[in-house]
């Protein structure tokens, strides 16, 4: 492990599979099962829609043709805003709060498949009690409410006062724009922050170039690329507090058994 007198004063974290892990997921059954619920929701609503094929089906579309513009363009969608225009094809008065609800059912069978990591809420706990700013920054087209909301039934929205989502500020990782909005949301200087991912071309190479300290969760040994090095390597979350430890030159307080 590396031990350098450059001072960390916060951390930000990947989400989906650094703090919440979700496993192989069938995408189309998943969009499939999100579409059930969000029609059904709609139908509850008392708001027309078409056969649940046809709705279905548009969907679909609408959600793969914003897929590949946000590729083509490298800019992040917000799957709140094809929501929107596509209850308006349908002739649909959706509230905010109404909207927001039929974002969740969409994203509920993804947030059934959530579990925290192991070690997530020891180690968040032991770094927030050290002083250390917390946060996260993920790529997402799902809403922030939504993600917010799926973060306080697990508990740990709390502990990350700091949310940059890439479909709030349209910069996906690696860009180095949404590390430096992470930072400048968190009042940190690059240098003092560290990041912490599982993916090595968004979250490693992202934050190497945008001057951040690196470092990888790879439980199963399993990532290695030349070209995107990690300054450190963990297996676990549990490790991380140690990690930046050896930033500040002394050891971590342990928390009360």
């Not at 306080?152 to 990350?160: D, F, R, S």
């Not at 240098?191 to 951040?212: P, T």
Request: with cysteine; charged share 30%; aromatic share 8%.
């Amino acid at each position: 492990m590396e031990t350098t007198t450059r001072q960390i004063s916060g951390v930000l974290f990947d989400l989906g599979d650094t703090l919440l892990r979700f496993g192989k997921v069938d995408t189309r059954g998943l969009f499939e099962q999100g579409a059930e619920l969000a029609y059904a929701y709609l139908r509850s609503l008392g708001k027309p829609v078409p056969d649940f094929a046809r709705f279905h089906r548009r969907q679909l579309r609408a959600v793969r043709w914003n897929v590949l513009v946000s590729r083509l363009t490298r800019r992040e969608f917000n799957a709140l805003d094809v929501l929107t225009r596509q209850s308006r094809r349908m002739d649909h008065d959706l509230t905010d709060a109404e909207a927001a609800e039929l974002a969740w059912k969409w994203y509920k069978p993804l947030r059934d498949r959530g579990a925290v990591a192991p070690g997530t809420f020891e180690a968040l706990r032991r770094l927030r009690d050290d002083g250390l700013t917390l946060g996260l920054v993920s790529n997402t087209f799902i809403p922030g409410q939504v993600l917010d909301r799926h973060l306080a039934e697990e508990g740990l929205l709390e502990l990350l006062p700091i949310r940059v989502y890439s479909c709030d500020v349209r910069y996906r990782k690696p860009h180095p724009k949404i590390f430096a909005i992470g930072c400048e949301r968190t009042a940190l200087a690059p240098q003092q922050a560290l990041f912490v991912g599982d993916s090595l071309r968004a979250d490693i190479y992202g934050a190497n170039r945008a001057g951040l300290v690196s470092v990888l969760l790879d439980p199963d040994d399993e990532h290695a690329d030349p070209r995107w090095r990690p300054r450190h390597r963990i297996a676990a979350l549990s490790e991380l507090p140690d990690v930046v430890a050896a930033y500040a030159g002394c050891e971590t307080k342990q928390e009360d058994r």
